[in-house]
């Protein structure tokens, strides 16, 4: 069979491609792996600082039950939502008759 010269025939082409092909998904798929762990080093000390953050926060403290201030609060605010006229007479009596109540 005589030796051919000068550009590939279709088999060589077809390999030539494959090759260059496969190693740039190879160097892909490693670049992207090492941005991956670089990413999740640099994100744990965030991450764990935030979960021991979250876990020494003291819990809030209940909201006390029957106080004076807490109701003239409730009762400017509501009296001030009727004034937008956001709540009906009806629905401003009835809430605060709850207020006064409780």
Same mark, same amino acid.
């Given at each position: 069979?005589?030796?051919?010269? #000068? ?46 953050? *979250?876990?020494? *926060?003291?819990?809030?403290?209940? &909201? ?8 003239? #609060?409730?009762?400017?605010?509501? *009296?001030?939502?009727? *004034? ?5 007479? /009806?629905?401003? &009596?009835? /809430?605060? &008759? ?5």
């Amino acid at each position: 069979m005589p030796q051919r010269f #000068g550009r590939p025939g279709l088999l060589g082409t077809m390999a030539r491609t494959a090759v260059i092909s496969g190693t740039a998904s190879a160097v892909s798929g490693r670049v992207n792996r090492r941005l991956a762990e670089r990413d999740a080093q640099r994100q744990a000390p965030a991450y764990e600082a935030a979960q021991y953050q *979250a876990s020494a *926060a003291p819990p809030p403290a209940p &909201a006390p039950a029957g106080n004076g201030q807490d109701r003239v #609060g409730q009762l400017t605010a509501l *009296a001030d939502l009727r *004034a937008q006229g956001l709540l009906t007479d /009806e629905e401003f &009596a009835r /809430e605060k &008759a709850r207020i006064l109540g409780s």
